[in-house]
């Protein structure tokens, strides 16, 4: 099978996997943060690892939830060109998709990227010397790439 046919159908990439080419998988800001890590990081610019939700991911939790036929309906009705429509669609359109549940897979799937993250770290801090070590409310902090964030 083609790898990049694969690679559409991945609800997580990471850093190392992703470049500024894969906006349409992945959005602009993994795009760019995937292309920064697979490019400097070799170079020896430190840049944070994380992974990525892929578009492949969203859809799987719109169509696990029965929401990718009311969002379609939802749309049909928008009127683009007046404000108060577009406003009422979005909203009723967040709600939607707030209200959803994760697949059991796909959260499994998110859990699993988070500790291979955490244990990506803890091996880099671990070598450091312990007066250098961040403490592990700071290391939360610090680490958490805003491409963690669940949809």
């Known amino acids: 099978m ?5 690679r559409d159908k991945k609800n997580i990439l ?5 470049e500024k080419k894969d ?3 992945v959005g602009g800001k993994n795009s760019s943060l995937g292309e920064m890590f697979s490019k400097l990081t070799s170079l020896g610019i430190n840049i944070p690892n994380g992974f990525a939700l892929t578009s492949a991911a969203f859809w799987h939790y719109l169509r696990y939830n029965g929401i990718d036929g009311e969002l ?10 007046d404000l108060a429509s577009l406003k009422e669609t979005s909203r009723k359109a967040r709600a939607l998709v707030l209200k959803g549940k994760f697949p059991e897979d796909l959260e499994q799937e998110i859990i699993s990227g988070y500790q291979k993250l955490c244990d990506y770290y803890k091996k880099r801090i671990s070598a450091w010397p312990s007066v250098l070590r961040p403490r592990p409310r700071i290391l939360r902090t610090l680490l958490l790439p805003a491409s963690t964030k669940l949809i």
Do not use: N, T, Y
């Open 72 to 81: 379609a309906d939802l749309f049909k009705k928008l009127d683009h060109k």
């Open 23 to 25: 906006v349409p998988l």
């Open 2 to 6: 083609d790898k990049a046919l694969d």
């Open 14 to 18: 990471w850093f190392e996997e992703i």
